[in-house]
């Protein structure tokens, strides 16, 4: 080979990865549209378990979720391509007949019904953990990452035009594969133990004796969730949100700001009575009149919404390219108080899971030099129970 030929070659091959490395660093976060993602379908596997009911027969499922398309979402790294992962049939449908053939339902006429209200069904390889089973010492700018799913489901007792609370089931559910490998399993299995306490309480359900509710009850404790100013007004507040509290009342605090942005931060500036400019720190989010943006790891995202939902194309954490992996262990870490008189289920199911450890600058220099952050954009949810994203 001529060197006139080797340095063609080599410029062959170095020429894309520059090209790549270059748009990855000035791709304007801003600008992504939800609506442009594709859709990824993936099928909820019929599963029967020999389990005999004899007290329901039927078993209705119910969609409260913010959006009820999607049930999580999934980036291929290497080519940056989002995908909204959805089910086939939709949720409400393939769930109702999943779990209407996973157990063997009873025949009787004097049977009960039960409904299944689906406030979260989420798969994500962003779930976080703050317990690392690893003898190793971590510091406090480590945090623990899997896959996995995020489940919360609400059940209730329908005797004729009356419904009685069962129980809440709120859990996570992972496995060291992701999302892409695992989704349907995953989906599965986090419906699979949502049941469970269902087939335990079959015997009792004659004499079961909670709370009696109407239907437009039940339908107004899960439509309260979204009669929200930032959900129902028409023209959007400008200004800087101090809280989470502020944005759902679309009621920014501060009217003035400035916001100044550089490479890895963007900061919100409050000009004082004396004229100066100081940094505000305590802030959610902002909206500049026609969009919002929410703030995370010192930057700030976009805000787009879809049905009751709102979703962002941004980084949730600093992430250090050649960190450790650790192991795992989900923790069931419950969100908010249950539905009055409904019992909580609080079990977790589970397995440890290899997952990225994204670190925060090295503080201590006896430890080696600082190590290179960079943020990982990926898409998220905004969780409407903390104002978090997930």
């Known amino acids: 080979m001529t060197l006139k030929q080797l340095a063609f070659n080599l410029i062959y091959l170095l020429v894309p990865t520059c090209i790549f490395a270059q748009d ?3 791709w304007k976060r801003e600008e992504f549209d939800l609506h442009e993602f594709a859709k990824e379908k993936i099928r909820l596997q019929p599963f029967h378990s020999n389990i005999t009911l004899k007290y329901i027969n039927h078993i209705l499922v119910i969609d409260a979720r913010a959006d009820s398309m999607p049930i999580g979402f999934r980036q291929r790294i290497a080519s940056y391509n989002k995908f909204f992962l959805v ?6 449908r393939e769930t109702e007949e999943f779990v209407n053939h ?3 339902l009873s025949q009787a006429d004097t049977a009960c019904k039960v409904i299944m209200v689906l406030k979260k069904l989420w798969l994500t390889d962003e779930l976080e953990f703050t317990h690392l089973n690893s003898s190793e010492k971590l510091t406090d700018t480590i945090q623990n990452w899997t896959s996995g799913i995020i489940v919360k489901i609400e059940f209730y007792l329908q005797q004729k035009s009356d419904y009685y609370p069962l129980y809440r089931f709120d859990t996570i559910y992972s496995r060291p594969l992701n999302i892409g490998e695992a989704g349907a399993e995953f989906l599965q299995r986090g419906i699979i133990f949502s049941l469970s306490r269902l087939s335990q309480l079959d015997e009792k359900l004659p004499g079961i004796h909670t709370r009696k509710l109407s239907w437009e009850e039940i339908e107004n404790y899960n439509e309260q969730r979204f009669d929200l100013p930032i959900l129902k007004d028409s023209v959007l507040s400008a200004g800087v949100y101090r809280s989470f509290e502020e944005f759902k009342k679309n009621a920014p605090s501060q009217k003035e700001y400035t916001l100044k942005k550089s490479k890895l931060n963007d900061m919100i500036y409050v000009r004082q009575p004396d004229g100066t ?3 505000e720190r305590n802030v959610w989010g902002y909206c500049d009149g026609k969009k919002i943006f929410l703030r995370s790891v010192d930057n700030f995202f976009q805000l787009q919404r879809q049905g009751n939902a709102f979703y ?9 390219k050649h960190a450790k992996r650790y192991s795992a262990t989900n923790k069931f870490d419950p969100s908010n108080p249950p539905y009055p008189e409904m019992p909580e289920d609080k079990a977790v199911q589970g397995a440890g899971a290899d997952a990225d450890v994204l670190a925060g600058a090295n503080l201590n220099p006896s430890q080696g030099p600082t190590r290179k952050l960079r943020l990982i954009f990926k898409p998220y949810q905004l969780d409407w129970d903390d104002g978090e994203i997930y």
């Not at 089910?87 to 409400?92: F, M």
């Not at 962002?312 to 250090?320: D, E, F, P, R």
Request: net charge positive.
């Open 24 to 26: 990855s660093q000035t």
């Open 87 to 92: 089910l086939q049939n939709g949720v409400a």
């Open 102 to 104: 996973y157990f063997s």
């Open 277 to 279: 400019e100081v940094a």
């Open 312 to 320: 962002i194309y941004g980084a949730k954490v600093l992430k250090n």
